[in-house]
């Protein structure tokens, strides 16, 4: 397996270009099984998700071409089975986002229960009960979800929480329904805003998403389409998070300010500049001391979950102590025993983690455990005296295109070393 070494004190200079979206690109992949035809995604990135997207929809009978940024997918040759195998979808959870439209398109699917993961149990009761508010007969059988039905039809739908997915596959399942769904308490992350945008390419008609209501009115057969992907904000949270960390002064294009604005927010209070300039964003702190800063993680338009490892080391380099709340996954603080190898000062109390910052980060052979630790764990890299070396970065790479080499293309000293050991 790969590992990344890295070793500390460079601060960063020059530019980095952020990818397009891996959330936003995953449901997208997912609507080209609402039509025949040939489906062409530009801006997609070199991600293993999309690869395992890919040939999951291969494995469904689509004829899939990844060129990255490049994707098209068209009709194989006809005959489908609407089927979802474990061993595909225990690779990624978000493999789930193929049952709305294979319901939708075929009036069956058989779906593995994407299972848990690191981060928590995750659920998929909400996007169970919306297809079945919808007309779907839905049984759960060794491990697969099961679902039968007509022609879907529109009906209202009240999540009892905010879900990602669940929305987008609820969105997608209404696109072909007969009638109108109403969605209500709706993720609004720009990830379903950017589905909304794809399904009325292809003759849906889709209002409020972004919103925490989404009106779909289905149709009875939909378009293949042609659509460049946002960017991916995350990943320019990451990359301004890794600027701040290690000091700098780097310019990152395609950064979706209007789209992190809870993360800008709290990087301002603890002392980062960050100004827009243009369609990118500049990110700057030479010799400013970085301010003990709390955050809790929320639904979009709060702090995301997904930038909250990022951000605690950013926290463990501030003076004093901060308070770090995660509302959203019940077990996404992996990172913290990792960091704590490195000399960082972290207590977990439940969901709250409360950083004693300010203390100097140490060199040391970490484990990466989800997408996300592992961005956290190569930015500590960054700032850690000595050699820092980040073990199976397969979860790095679901996420993040080459992330070594956009770091060393501002003056960072990482390297990846393939096939070395664990
Ligand atoms: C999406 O996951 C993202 N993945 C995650 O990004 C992100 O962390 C998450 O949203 C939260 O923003 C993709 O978009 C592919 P949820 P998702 O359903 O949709 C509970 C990354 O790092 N829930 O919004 O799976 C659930 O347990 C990944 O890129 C139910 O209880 O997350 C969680 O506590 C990690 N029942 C909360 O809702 C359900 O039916 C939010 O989960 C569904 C969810």
Do not use: W
Not at 115 to 128: A, F, K, N, T
Not at 185 to 194: I, S
Not at 358 to 379: C, E, H, K, Y
């Amino acid at each position: 397996m790969d590992r990344i070494v890295i070793r500390g004190g460079k601060k960063l200079y020059g530019t980095i270009r952020v990818s397009g979206a891996k959330n936003a690109a995953l449901p997208i992949l997912c609507a080209t099984l609402l039509s025949d035809g040939a489906s062409l995604l530009r801006n997609v990135p070199k991600l293993r998700d999309i690869d395992t997207t890919a040939a999951l929809l291969r494995f469904l009978g689509r004829h899939v071409e990844v060129d990255a940024p490049l994707v098209r997918v068209t009709e194989a040759n006809g005959d489908v089975r609407p089927e979802a195998p474990y061993e595909l979808v225990k690779q990624m959870r978000a493999s789930v986002l193929v049952l709305g439209p294979l319901l939708a398109r075929y009036g069956r699917a058989k779906v593995s229960l994407p299972g848990g993961c690191q981060i928590g149990s995750r659920p998929v009761d909400q996007h169970l009960k919306g297809l079945e508010a919808m007309g779907a007969k839905i049984e759960l059988r060794r491990g697969y979800i099961v679902a039968e039905s007509g022609r879907l039809r529109g009906a209202e739908v009240v999540f009892d929480i905010p879900t990602v997915t669940g929305t987008e596959n609820l969105m997608m399942a209404a696109a072909l329904a007969k009638g109108r769904t109403t969605l209500v308490n709706c993720a609004r992350e720009p990830e379903v805003e950017e589905l909304g945008r794809v399904l009325n390419k292809m003759g849906a008609r889709v209002d409020g998403a972004g919103t925490d209501v989404i009106h779909i009115h289905g149709a009875d057969t939909l378009d293949p389409f042609d659509h460049a992907i946002v960017s991916d904000r995350i990943e320019a949270g990451t990359y301004m998070v890794a600027v701040a960390a290690a000091g700098g002064d780097v310019l990152i294009e395609g950064a979706p300010l209007e789209d992190l604005e809870a993360v800008v927010a709290k990087m301002r209070k603890a002392g980062v500049e960050i100004g827009r300039e243009g369609s990118a964003v500049r990110v700057r702190r030479e010799n400013a001391p970085l301010r003990a800063v709390d955050v809790t993680t929320a639904p979009h338009p709060g702090f995301p979950t997904d930038m909250q490892a990022q951000f605690m080391v950013l926290m463990c380099l501030a003076e004093g102590p901060s308070r770090i709340v995660e509302t959203i996954f019940e077990n996404r603080f992996m990172h913290v025993p990792e960091l704590r190898r490195m000399g960082a000062d972290i207590d977990v109390d439940g969901h709250t983690a409360h950083v004693n910052g300010g203390l100097p980060l140490s060199g040391a052979q970490v484990m990466a455990t989800d997408l996300r630790a592992s961005a956290s764990l190569v930015i500590a890299g960054l700032v850690a005296a000595d050699e820092t070396q980040v073990l199976r970065v397969y979860h790095l790479d679901r996420g993040y295109e080459h992330m070594e080499r956009k770091l060393a293309a501002v003056g960072a000293d990482t390297v990846r070393m393939t096939g070395s050991g664990d």
